[in-house]
């Protein structure tokens, strides 16, 4: 019985990192019908940003509390550019092009940054990971028995936050201006533009808000990991697109939904079963899902428009 | 330019709204504009009929900043806006109610009538003009929460020009309003178009309808494939004998 509720909080945990990358693939799928798959390679960068950020400051002040919102603030602000650097010069030229002209531009990013930051010169890194800074000290939250279960504080750290950006971004798109824009935009953005809808704005934006919050994932991720390293990206970004996709891409809480049961899955079929067999699981679950509803747990199959 | 265009008829003076000259649109290695002319005068309705594919759409798209012409001047009040994205021609007066009525299926009938007053701040007026249009079209009140994508044709045409018509426009543009609706629909569309245009609203009117749409319009152009080949003021238009064979089926 604690162990089933040590998974299940591992599970949770997991899950959450997972569901702020999926939150970026599929607000960015919302507005452009895009799956960007360099979205996991910009978590990575943001990573890198961060450890640079806690390499600056030093070991006393990176553990600090203005130390560590530094540091998420600066991965997160500078990942928004680059998301927005990218949208404006690699995709922005291709939006009357077919979608999969954008598609492959987007794993040719990926594949840029993920190997691009396995060089060694200049500020790239190089590809061997490296140890990501103890900028918050784990700590025991909750201890049950016998250390029969243990909460650690990042976890419900990680919880609190997916579970705040998922509130706010569920928010933001249904309650304002700028997300009734965003949603005019996403179903049909030459007659958004009638309506005097700043399309390219409007979409730059969701790129920034995406790429900002992959960024603190990524940071919540190497924390828990302790390592970053240039393929992290891939890998995350791959998980969080099937999360994405499990629960119905272009669905804010869909994809919360689809992180959260990948996580646990992901934990109880380590846990009871084998790791070797994590990713085989998580993958059946997508083409299981995919059969039964095409349009993940909470989308809808809309038609494609001509 | 190739031939001379036909003109029948006198047309009032009005100072000039929009002015187009010389348009043409390519798609790709298609040509849908060949060097259409026309103008709207202040206060004006004009209708711009012709067969399937002449390219009546193209021309609206291309007023209102939807595409970019390979050629031509475009003015609206005196100010060249060739070329000029869309979303700022909003402000300058500009309204398009496009070819399918470009409702956003996915919003709520209360959320497409805030997405045509998305650049206005007053809103006190704005909550005036909605309750304007509630009148005109009560059945758009009662579904207010309901998804656009819900709403009968002839309600999504109603919610198209409701929308349309919150941004205060100048010049509204309509493709095909009649489209697919019922009589009763249509009519209460166009007595709308004749209220809004007694208030001093120019409207460029797109038609297959050619009777319905030369019946309100003080002027109109024929188009065909890609170019103007006949004007006239509503009424010579309607009774000059080459439209009636080739419009109004006679
Ligand atoms: N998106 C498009 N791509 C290619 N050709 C188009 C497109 N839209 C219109 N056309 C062509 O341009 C011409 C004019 O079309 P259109 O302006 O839609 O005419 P209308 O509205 O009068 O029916 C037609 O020959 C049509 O096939
Ligand atoms: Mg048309």
């Known amino acids: 019985m604690a162990q089933l509720l040590q998974h299940l909080i591992n599970g949770l945990a997991a899950g959450t990192i997972y569901a702020l990358v999926a939150l970026g693939y599929t607000m960015v799928y919302g507005v452009l019908k895009l799956i960007n798959f360099a979205h996991g390679d910009v978590m990575m960068v943001g990573v890198y940003m961060g450890y640079a950020t806690a390499f600056a400051l030093g070991r006393q002040t990176q553990k600090t509390f203005l130390g560590v919102v530094l540091i998420f603030l600066v991965a997160m602000g500078g990942c928004a550019l680059l998301g927005f650097l990218i949208e404006r010069f690699a995709y922005r030229p291709l939006r009357e092009k077919p979608r999969l002209t954008a598609l492959i531009t987007a794993i040719g990013i990926s594949f840029a940054l993920s190997y691009g930051f396995q060089l060694d010169i200049g500020f790239l890194p190089g590809a061997a990971p490296r140890a990501f800074p103890e900028i918050i000290q784990p700590t025991e939250w909750l201890v049950i028995g016998d250390r029969d279960v243990v909460v650690w504080n990042w976890q419900v750290m990680s919880l609190l936050i997916a579970v705040g950006l998922m509130v706010g971004l569920q928010w933001l798109v249904f309650k304002t201006r700028f997300g009734r824009a965003m949603r005019a935009v996403s179903y049909d953005h030459r007659v958004a533009a009638l309506m005097g809808i700043p399309t390219d704005r409007v979409i730059a934006v969701t790129f920034m808000i995406g790429s900002g919050l992959a960024a603190g994932a990524g940071l919540l991720y190497a924390i828990k990991d302790t390592s970053v390293s240039p393929l992290m990206g891939l890998y995350v970004g791959l998980k969080a697109f099937v999360a994405a996709v499990i629960g119905g891409i272009g669905h804010v809480p869909g994809a919360v939904v689809g992180a959260l049961l990948l996580g646990l899955v992901e934990e109880f079929v380590v846990g009871y079963a084998a790791s070797t067999w994590r990713d085989a699981v998580a993958f059946g679950i997508l083409i299981l899902v995919l059969l039964v509803k095409p349009g993940g747990l909470f989308g809808r199959v809309a038609a494609e428009k001509v | ?250």
């Open chain 2, 1 to 250: 330019m190739s031939e001379a265009v036909k003109t029948l008829g006198e047309r009032e003076p009005r100072p000039p709204l929009l002015t187009v000259e010389g348009l043409k649109v390519h798609y790709g290695a298609i040509q849908a504009l060949k060097g259409v002319v026309l103008s709207v005068g202040k206060g004006e309705v004009v209708a711009l009929i012709g067969a399937n594919g002449a390219g009546k759409t193209s021309t609206l798209r291309a007023v209102s900043g939807m595409l970019k012409p390979s050629a031509g001047r475009i003015t609206l009040a005196g100010q060249d806006i060739t070329g000029m994205k869309a979303h700022l021609l909003v402000p300058r007066g500009m309204a398009h109610a496009p070819e399918g009525r470009g409702i956003f299926p996915n919003l709520t009938v209360q959320e497409n009538l805030d997405l045509g007053a998305y650049l206005r701040s007053d809103t006190a007026e704005i909550a005036a003009d909605q309750e304007k249009s509630f009148k005109l079209f009560p059945v758009l009140r009662e579904r207010r929460k309901q998804l656009a994508g819900t709403l009968s044709g002839g309600e999504q045409q109603m919610l198209a020009i409701a929308r349309a018509l919150l941004s205060r426009p100048q010049l509204l543009l309509l493709d095909e309003p009649s489209l697919g609706l019922a009589p009763q629909v249509t009519e209460t569309i166009f007595r709308t178009l004749r209220e809004v245009n007694a208030a001093g609203m120019s409207i460029l009117l797109v038609e297959q309808n050619a009777h319905l749409a030369l019946s309100m319009a003080h002027y109109g152009y024929v188009l065909e494939t890609g170019e103007v080949v006949m004007a006239g003021n509503g009424k010579a238009l309607l009774e000059s004998p080459e439209v009636r064979k080739a419009y109004l089926g006679e």
